[in-house]
């Protein structure tokens, strides 16, 4: 995979331009020598916007468990299929929380290529992926693109945002890629979900992965990972668990799978190995 081009300065001392928007919130507070998912994460897919601390996070995780950097790459190139997969069914509005660090082929940008008024609404609390946000607002001139600073765990502050830029009385996607893990009570990660579905209209869409307890190797360095101090820690779930979270929506197939199966793109090599990342698309009745 390429490597993925930094999009600002990552220095706290040099926080890239912010919009209007951006410069209403709060200034951010960066913690460099602590790791934090949205930088791990940004230095397993190969990008540079990441810190010491991130960096040997990750080495650490991938010395136990190499398939790591699989799991990364993976589960972002699904969210691209998922978000291409929806625009072409008609979808317009996004709601991407735990957004991550601008990449290649952000959500605005897949949606646009297929329908260029695409509106998009991104909600992470990295302070750093707000000092890049502005890699995230380049929307086209029919559509528009938004950032929220906050916690998933407030999905009515997230609402009330995001219905700055998205009319929440019309379809929207929800997407919840990659970030429950994040929450560690189970029952309050559904509870979010179910709150946050509950106030999108029919014909709304969820989308999701997360990390599976199904490789013994991933598990353990997750463990490892979780005893690291300041670091917020991730629980891998089961299938069954993550296919909880679209209880009383309609799942599209082939289901909750790992992401390597979910709608794969045809390519000359076959059929990519499973990763311990399992992923899903519902339909809201
Ligand atoms: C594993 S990354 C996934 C990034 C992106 N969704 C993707 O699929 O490539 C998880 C993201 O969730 C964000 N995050 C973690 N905990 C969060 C919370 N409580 N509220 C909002 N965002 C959070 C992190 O900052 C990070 O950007």
Redesign the pocket.
């Known amino acids: 995979m390429a490597d993925i081009p930094s999009t600002a300065s990552p220095s706290p001392e040099e926080p890239a331009r912010t919009s209007e928007r951006t410069s209403r919130m709060t200034p951010p507070q960066l913690n460099t020598n602590v790791p934090?998912?949205?930088r791990?994460?940004n230095y397993l897919?190969g990008g540079k916007d990441n810190y010491l601390a991130d960096r040997q996070a990750g080495d650490r995780i991938r010395q136990v468990f190499p398939g790591m950097v699989d799991i990364?790459r993976h589960?972002?190139y699904m969210?691209a299929r998922t978000v291409r997969f929806l625009a072409e069914a008609g979808v317009r509005q996004f709601l991407?929380?735990?957004?991550?660090?601008p990449?290649v082929d952000n959500t605005h940008q897949v949606a646009q290529r297929v329908a260029a008024e695409s509106r998009v609404v991104y909600?992470?609390?990295?302070p750093l992926?707000l000092v890049h946000a502005q890699a995230l607002l380049t929307s086209t001139p029919q559509g528009a693109t938004d950032y929220i600073e906050?916690?998933?765990?407030d999905p009515g502050l997230i609402l009330r945002e995001a219905a700055r830029t998205l009319d929440l009385t019309r379809p929207t996607a929800l997407?919840l890629?990659?970030?429950l893990g994040?929450?560690t009570d189970y029952d309050e990660a559904r509870s979010i979900v179910n709150r946050l579905m509950a106030a999108l209209p029919s014909g709304s869409y969820l989308a999701l992965?997360d990390g599976t307890d199904t490789d013994p190797a991933y598990v353990e360095a997750l463990r490892r990972h979780n005893e690291g101090p300041g670091v917020?820690p991730y629980t891998p779930r089961s299938p069954e668990r993550i296919a909880g979270y679209f209880d009383g929506l309609t799942l599209l197939e082939p289901g909750v799978v790992p992401v390597t199966r979910w709608r794969p793109d045809p390519n000359p090599w076959g059929a990519a190995p499973e990763v311990a990342c399992a992923g899903g698309v519902a339909r809201r009745p």
């Open positions: 934090h998912s949205a791990i994460w897919l990364a589960s972002r969210l991407d929380i735990g957004t991550g660090l990449t909600v992470d609390n990295d992926v906050a916690d998933v765990r997407m890629m990659g970030i994040l929450v992965y917020v």
